[in-house]
T-cell receptor, first 115, second 110 residues
Framework: DTEVTQTPKHLVMGMTNKKSLKCEQH?????MYWYKQKAKKPPELMFV???????INESVPSRFSPECPNSSLLNLHLHALQPEDSALYLC??????????????FGSGTRLTVV | QKEVEQNSGPLSVPEGAIASLNCTYS??????FFWYRQYSGKSPELIMS????GDKEDGRFTAQLNKASQYVSLLIRDSQPSDSATYLC??????????FGKGTHLIIQP
C-alpha cells in the first residue's frame, strides 16, 4: 500500500462548526504532516509529527488542532474557522532516517470551504 | 528562514522539445532536494529526488544539483502535453518539513 488516504475530499463548514479532517497511511512511515495550500500558491507547512509526537508547529492559530492517535493516523480538528481558512488541506507522510531525508507522499487533499 | 526560488512562468515548450526548470535555494547546509508535479486541483506528486552533486536520470526526467551554486534543475526530455502542470521545487524533508518554491507553470504546446 503506497497511498495516503484523506477524508473527506470536500468539506463546507460554517464559522461556528466543529469538524475534523482525517488522514491514514499504511506505509510504515513514522513522520506525518499537515500542509495548507491556497490557490496558485505552494503548500505551506502547518504541523509535523515524528514518531507520533508533535515536533513542528508553524505558528498555526489554535483554531486548528492536530492529533496523532497512532503511527498510521493523523487528524486535524477544526473549530471557529474564518473564511480565509478556505484552502486545500494536504496530509503527507515520509520515512524518518538519519541517513537522509526522504520525499513525502501526499494524500489527495481535503478541499475546505468556510462560509 | 529557508527560501526556495523558482520562476513562476508560464514556461511554454513545444511538444517533443526539452523543458528546463530551475530552482535556487538559500540554505547552504541543505542536503535533500525534490521535484514535485502538481496538476490543477490535484495534490503534489513526487517525481524526482536528488541528494548529491551531479545528474540523476529517471526515464524522461533528469535532475541536476550544484551545491556550490545552490542550484537545482529538472530537465524533461521529449515533452508531452500530459507534462503540462506546475512543477514545485522543494528542499529539506524528513522531520524538518519540506520548504517549497512557488512553482513553475509549464505548458507543452502540441
Amino acid at each position: 500500500d503506497t497511498e495516503v488516504t484523506q477524508t473527506p475530499k470536500h468539506l463546507v463548514m460554517g464559522m461556528t462548526n466543529k469538524k475534523s479532517l482525517k488522514c491514514e497511511q499504511h506505509m510504515g512511515h513514522r513522520a506525518m504532516y499537515w500542509y495548507k495550500q491556497k490557490a496558485k500558491k505552494p503548500p505551506e507547512l502547518m504541523f509535523v509529527y515524528s514518531y507520533e509526537k508533535l515536533s513542528i508547529n508553524e505558528s498555526v492559530p489554535s483554531r486548528f488542532s492536530p492529533e496523532c492517535p497512532n503511527s498510521s493516523l493523523l487528524n486535524l480538528h477544526l473549530h471557529a474557522l474564518q473564511p480565509e481558512d478556505s484552502a486545500l488541506y494536504l496530509c503527507a507522510s515520509s520515512q524518518v532516517s538519519g541517513a537522509g531525508n526522504y520525499g513525502y507522499t501526499f494524500g489527495s487533499g481535503t478541499r475546505l470551504t468556510v462560509v | 528562514q529557508k527560501e526556495v526560488e523558482q520562476n513562476s512562468g508560464p514556461l511554454s515548450v513545444p511538444e517533443g522539445a526539452i523543458a528546463s526548470l530551475n530552482c535556487t535555494y538559500s540554505d547552504r547546509g541543505s542536503q535533500s532536494f525534490f521535484w514535485y508535479r502538481q496538476y490543477s486541483g490535484k495534490s503534489p506528486e513526487l517525481i524526482m529526488s536528488i541528494y548529491s552533486n551531479g545528474d540523476k536520470e529517471d526515464g524522461r526526467f533528469t535532475a541536476q544539483l550544484n551545491k556550490a551554486s545552490q542550484y537545482v534543475s529538472l530537465l524533461i526530455r521529449d515533452s508531452q502535453p500530459s507534462d503540462s502542470a506546475t512543477y514545485l521545487c522543494a528542499e529539506g524533508g524528513g522531520a524538518d518539513g519540506l520548504t517549497f518554491g512557488k512553482g513553475t507553470h509549464l505548458i507543452i504546446q502540441p
